[in-house]
């Protein structure tokens, strides 16, 4: 399997624009997760999906955020309007199963708002 | 409520030179899952170890062990004889099972380890 893939790999956009995070999880894998890290905060987790249904959104920062899930294998994380302070790493994970197995995280992607 | 503490912001060590990288965690649940994950400056996170919380055995792999007492609730990680290549950030994590409903992972805030060659 070629593991979480995530696209793109850097993002640079203006303050205002919207930006938009795809991930594809590995085929099998019930659960997907976002995560946004950053110096300051760590690791944090935005929102997990089981079975493409989204469980829990409380990490979701604000109503700038969204996160879909159409399909089994295709996610989306979006942020319209996007600030400067948006700027982090955001990882895309999945697993099956449950919380008692590892999950396993796509390469990130950079994301830069000036 | 849930909660991972590692103290050790960053670590620097010699090359062969032997290091341990603390954790601590918190729950209320007597049925837990532990975790480590590395990430090297590449920025990917790569799983290490699970452990659930009826096994107390320590383990090892390689250049890596891990000591697991649930009596000062800690799930440490030591690295023999380290190299460059071990430089990386570290992440302990913790999730809870609940047989109703899935627990997420909790992150501790990580340890950056540099091996200086």
């Known amino acids: 399997d070629a593991g979480v893939i995530q696209s793109p790999r850097h993002e640079v956009t203006e303050m205002g624009q919207e930006v938009t995070l795809r991930c594809k999880p590995i085929?099998?894998?019930?659960?997907l997760f976002w995560y946004r890290q950053t110096m300051m905060r760590g690791l944090e987790l935005l929102i997990y999906f089981n079975n493409n249904v989204p469980i829990d959104d409380s990490g979701m920062p604000e109503d700038r955020f969204s996160a879909k899930m159409p399909n089994a294998s295709f996610s989306t994380l979006k942020i319209q309007p996007s600030e400067p302070r948006d700027s982090a790493v955001y990882f895309c994970?999945?697993?099956?199963?449950?919380?008692?197995?590892?999950?396993?995280f796509g390469p990130g992607t950079r994301l830069t708002v000036l | 409520a849930q909660k991972v503490t590692q103290a050790q912001t960053e670590i620097s060590v010699v090359e062969k030179e032997d290091v341990t990288l603390d954790c601590v965690y918190e729950t209320r649940d007597t049925t837990y899952y532990l975790f480590w994950y590395k990430q090297p400056p590449s920025g990917e996170l790569v799983f290490l170890i699970r452990?659930?919380?009826?096994?107390?055995q320590n383990e090892i792999s390689g250049r890596y062990s891990w000591n697991f007492q649930k009596s000062t609730s800690s799930f440490n990680f030591t690295i023999t004889a380290s190299q460059v290549v071990d430089s990386a950030v570290y992440f302990c994590a913790l999730s809870e099972l609940d047989t109703t409903s899935y627990d997420k992972v909790i992150f501790g805030p990580g340890t950056s380890l540099s091996v200086i060659p």
């Open positions: 452990r659930n919380s009826f096994d107390e």
């Open positions: 994970a999945s697993n099956q199963m449950g919380s008692y197995n590892e999950q396993f």
């Open positions: 085929s099998g894998h019930d659960y």
